[in-house]
C-alpha cells in the first residue's frame, strides 16, 4: 500500500472546544443587548409612561403628524383631539407621537370632566373651561387659530 489510512486522534476535554466556539455567539448577544434591545425597550416604556399622562389641554403631534390639543381624555386608551376650531376626533392614545407642552391642571380637567358627561354640550364646557384656565391667557382662541388653520377669523 502506497498510501496509509488516517486515523481520528483521541479528543482531548469537549467542553473546554465549545465554549471557545459559543464566545463569539455571546459577545454577539451582548452587544445587541446593550445596543439595540435595551434601548428599544426604554424607548417603549418612556413612550407608554407619556401616553397614560397626556391630559386635557396638552398639545399633541399624532403619528400621521397632525398637531391638536386634547380636548377630552375618554379613557386609558381613547383621546379626543380638537386638530382645528370645531374639529375635534377621537384619536388612539399609542398613536401619539410627542406631547408638545403640558395645557390646564388637573384641576380645572376635573370639573370641566364632570360636565363633559353629555355629547354635544360635554364640548362646550370643556371649551368654557380651556378660557377659565388662565393657562394661556384670555386670548387663547387666537392663537389656536393661528397655529391650527389658514387665516384669522374675529
Known sequence: MLISPAYAQAGGAPGGDMFIQLMPLLLIFVVFWFFLIR??????KDHREMVSNVRRGDQVVTGGGMMGKVT???????VQVELAENVRVK?????????LS????????????GGSGGGSGGGKDDTKADG??????G?????RKSIFSFGSKK
Open 72 to 78: 377630552k381624555v375618554i379613557d386609558e386608551t381613547t
Open 132 to 137: 377659565d384656565g388662565n393657562t394661556e391667557g
Open 91 to 99: 384619536v388612539i392614545s399609542s398613536t401619539l407621537a410627542d406631547v
Open 102 to 113: 403640558k395645557g390646564a391642571p388637573v384641576a380645572n380637567s376635573g370639573a370641566s370632566g
Open 39 to 44: 434601548p428599544q425597550q426604554k424607548k417603549a
Open 139 to 143: 386670548d387663547a382662541p387666537a392663537p
